[in-house]
């Protein structure tokens, strides 16, 4: 398999801060890539320069043979998509508009009205809320928003999907039930997906490999039994969680 997404030598400044340094990293095609890291370590902000939100000040981040724009509506229609950490649908419009928003910019593109319908109430179906379509977003409860967060981005029609922290603040039948929805969009749509959660155990069942990170910089990657075995992972993110 060759890479489809191809990272090389990223570091981003805020100023005097430089959040992520020199990370390198490539993912295959039909993978789930963990990213874990203590909060500040630099996930964040890979995300947004993978997805075209931030660009980086120095490196370079190809997907499919070509560099990722600084744009994230030209990410978007390459087929980058991402959900937030934190959720913030459109309030006053429906779950059914919210959804139809990617539909109608992203890699999908769809021309008119009722195709982006059409499809979104196929995908809103999909993760559990063709119930609440016609409602305003603001009347779905954390679970919900979180859900309307991955039926927007499959909405674009992704091939690469970033999901950030999609399980925090969830409980647990939720976040079981959002891991089962996970792995069934995955197989539906022939994604690739990176992932950003804390809880590591998660991510270890989750993941193909993980990429950690720890104040900016890779400290490694590998298996999943490679991670959570590595004595820097233990001192740089275990200790620190649960010293």
């Known amino acids: 398999m060759s890479h489809f997404l191809n990272v090389q030598g990223v570091t981003r400044r805020f100023g005097g801060v430089i959040a992520v340094r020199d990370v390198s990293f490539q993912m295959h095609e039909g993978e789930i890539l963990g990213l874990m890291g203590a909060n500040g370590a630099g996930k964040t902000t890979l995300f947004s320069m993978i997805a075209g939100n931030v660009a980086p000040s120095e490196g370079v981040i190809q997907f499919d043979g070509k560099e990722v724009p600084a744009r994230p509506d030209e990410a978007s229609q390459m087929g980058i998509a991402r959900t937030f950490q934190i959720v913030r649908p459109f309030p006053t419009m429906t779950v059914l508009e919210n959804c139809m928003v990617g539909a109608l910019y992203g890699h999908r593109r769809l021309k008119d009205l009722q195709s982006a319908s059409e499809v979104c109430l196929e995908l809103l179906g999909e993760v559990g809320l063709a119930g609440q379509a016609h409602k305003p977003a603001a009347t779905l409860n954390l679970a919900g928003r979180k859900r309307l967060e991955i039926a927007k981005a499959l909405a674009t029609q992704p091939r690469l999907l970033l999901l950030d922290e999609v ?40 993941s193909d490999r993980i990429v950690v990170l720890h104040e900016g910089r890779k400290l490694m990657e590998g298996l999943p039994a490679e991670v959570s075995n590595d004595p820097r992972v233990i001192k740089a993110y275990l200790g620190e969680q649960h010293g």
């Open 167 to 206: 399980l925090a603040g969830l409980n647990a039948t939720e976040v079981d039930t959002a891991l089962e929805l996970i792995q069934h969009v995955k197989q539906r749509y022939s994604l690739s997906i990176i992932i950003i959660e804390h809880v590591m155990k998660v991510l270890m069942r989750m």
